[in-house]
């Protein structure tokens, strides 16, 4: 009695565990555009008026963070040496909106002041044709100040990068 | 007697004048600020702590025993907090009835008791790289000041920013 107990507990847990693990690996698609480098184009807002020290914040770590996550080679604006590489891929970013919170309420409350960036990151070919275009909100939700979300920017821009496009020096 | 006396009193006067007139190269001598590095300044750590001044055409930042130079000639722009926030203040106005997701406020990366100066220069590739300092308040204003007299562009300028053979290098002291 107990071991039929056990196998009915045991066995649906395996199927479930199998299940899932297939529907993950579907999710998870494959990168699929072929990019030998990658060049990051200053962040711009037509938009919006962004302080200069935020448009930098966010540009610096955006190249930090996709060198951090393993791109061999990151090229910044500007820099004469990625036009010699073929199959270059340039990174444009926009800044579409933000919600500016309050430091001193996140820091109160915890739960309320969050401050957020929208930003618009499109990838495009050197000849400028778009290959991937998706839009980023990076928050700062309960501590910290507003170069948190920078970081919450570069890292949310890296893992979509990391998802969508993969260097030949890595295959 | 009277002679002697009328020297002293000439030499006395001559060693009081001297010294009560202002030095002529006063304005010569370099602003340094205590200043944190937050981020971006090749080979120095985020909020490294250190002092900020602009001498011989460089932007110099001390840090412990290393010293780090920007040519001001290669910074293509270079704003304070005060300057982002009249920027922005103008459009609020205008934008913030129009602007979706609260376009129209102004957002600070930092707390406004504290100066920022963000500087953008170019490298020996002509890479783009953006450095911000803090600093206490009021004195972005003098730094900026010095960076752009000594052949430091601003986007208001108009001028366009040349690349540099070796604008930022690092070197121990």
Known sequence: ?171 | MTLRATSVLFGAALLFGGLAAPPGNAQEVSLRVKAVHVMGLAGVKDNTKGTLNIENAQLHFVHGKANSDVSAAYVQDVVTGADSRESVGKTVGMMSMAAPYGGGRFLSLFRTKIDTLTIQYRDSNGGLHGAIFTMPAGAADRIKKDLVAQGAHTAGSGESARTAPTPNKERKQ
């Open chain 1, 1 to 171: 009695m107990k071991r039929i107990l056990s196998t009915s507990i045991v066995l649906p847990a395996v199927a479930l565990f199998f299940a899932a693990h297939a529907l993950l690996a579907q999710s998870r698609h494959p990168a699929t555009i072929r990019a030998p480098a990658l060049q990051v184009v200053m962040i711009q807002s037509d938009e919006i008026q962004l302080p200069a020290e935020f448009q930098v914040a966010l540009y610096e770590n955006l190249i930090r963070q996709l060198e951090k996550d393993g791109f061999p080679n990151v090229y910044r604006d500007g820099d004469r040496d990625a036009t010699r590489v073929a199959g270059l891929v340039v990174l444009h970013s926009t800044v579409r909106g933000f919600k500016a919170g309050s430091e001193r309420a996140r820091q109160v409350t915890t739960v309320s002041g969050a401050t957020s960036i929208k930003v618009h990151c499109q990838f495009t070919n050197q000849e400028g044709r778009s290959l991937l275009e998706q839009d980023i909100v990076a928050k700062v939700r309960f501590f910290g100040g507003n170069l948190k979300a920078t970081y919450d920017f570069a890292k949310k821009a890296a893992h979509v990068a990391h998802e969508n496009f993969f260097s030949p020096q890595h295959e």
